[in-house]
């Protein structure tokens, strides 16, 4: 049963999938609004629900083993669906065993340092998945965009040349091959988001009273920028999508399938990397059979002398007058 469920999470996410060594063009190769053939939405939410309930299971072993860590990387343009995922997605997990971070602009501490640095001080931890809304990739998306701020980095002038897009590529892609050498999974995933979809989100962002805080006249001047934008994906998910760590293009237009997408590639990782909990040793297992006869004995008058065992259907002896025998 475990077999087939992981054979099929593997087929529902093979067609978000960027093939290492293919040249993505994204308008043609991946429909934002790609559902399946999943009509309606409460299916979607069905399949959403299973796969929450898989991400739990699985991320109770991976804090229990303390041996992998998975870096979850979220990009997406403006109204793309970040926040909403990570919310939805994560909301069966324990808190304590997930980090989200979120870049904006760098500080000038930041701007001191590689522009990697501001990134690898906030990599999860063994046991742990760490989300990064938005992400190291922005150094080849916004900042190529924007050459400007490749200017603020205080870069050499010999390392501001025409090949600093490709030499960044190659860097990337070797922090993360050096991440998963370290039983560091990386998860990247693309919110693809079509055009008058994210018109339609601003439009409501306006509208809606309580939805204005998320509105800034920035997303709009962006928005001018949709076709620099479009080629500066396609050109990175050609480039950095690899067997160590592949690019998923999540259709974005549909959020409850965008949803169910970003967790069936997550819950396909960690069914990779297969966590198990500890096992203890014979002498452990004499010492805890020990301190259980010991607790058993404290039952007071009529309560269960093991209250778990006999909710498990394994009926125990009730303690006796006094509590103790």
Not at 125 to 135: L, P, V
Not at 267 to 296: C, F, M, N, W
Request: charged residues 30%; aromatic residues 10%.
């Amino acid at each position: 049963m475990v077999d087939d469920r992981a054979a099929g999470i593997a087929a529902f996410i093979e067609p978000l999938r960027v093939e290492p060594g293919t040249k993505v063009h994204l308008a043609e190769d991946f429909d934002p609004g790609y559902k399946a053939g999943i009509r309606k939405k409460k299916e979607g939410v069905e399949l959403l629900r299973g796969g929450i309930e898989l991400l739990a299971d699985y991320q109770r072993r991976l804090a229990a083993q303390d041996t992998y860590g998975v870096l979850v990387c979220l990009q997406a343009l403006d109204a793309g669906g970040k926040d909403g995922t990570i919310r939805h997605v994560m909301s069966g997990v324990n808190p304590q065993g997930v980090s989200v971070s979120s870049f904006k602009v760098p500080s000038d501490e930041e701007l001191d340092h590689d522009y990697l640095w501001r990134y690898a001080c906030r990599l999860p931890r063994r046991g742990e998945i760490g989300i990064f809304n938005r992400s190291h990739y922005e150094e080849v998306l916004v900042v190529r965009v924007h050459p400007e701020n490749l200017e603020r980095q205080k870069l050499p002038e010999a390392a501001r040349g025409p090949d600093v897009w490709e030499r960044r590529y190659r860097e990337i892609n070797q922090w993360e091959r050096y991440l998963t050498d370290n039983g560091f999974k990386v998860v990247k995933l693309f919110l693809n988001l079509s055009k008058e979809e994210q018109r339609a989100r601003f439009l409501k962002r306006i509208d809606v009273p309580e939805r204005n805080w998320k509105f800034s006249a920035a997303d709009v001047r962006e928005r001018a920028r949709w076709d620099d934008y479009q080629r500066a994906f396609s050109q990175m998910l050609s480039a950095t999508s690899t067997q160590w760590a592949p690019w998923y293009v999540i259709p974005a237009d549909h959020k409850w399938f965008g949803r169910v997408c970003a967790a069936a590639v997550l819950g396909h990782t960690l069914i990779e990397i297969d966590p198990q909990y500890p096992q203890v040793s014979d002498r452990t297992r004499r010492d805890l059979a020990k301190v259980r006869r010991e607790l058993e004995r404290q039952a007071p008058e009529g309560a269960a002398s093991d209250p778990y065992a006999e909710s498990a259907g394994k009926p125990k002896k009730r303690g006796r007058s006094g509590g103790k025998g």
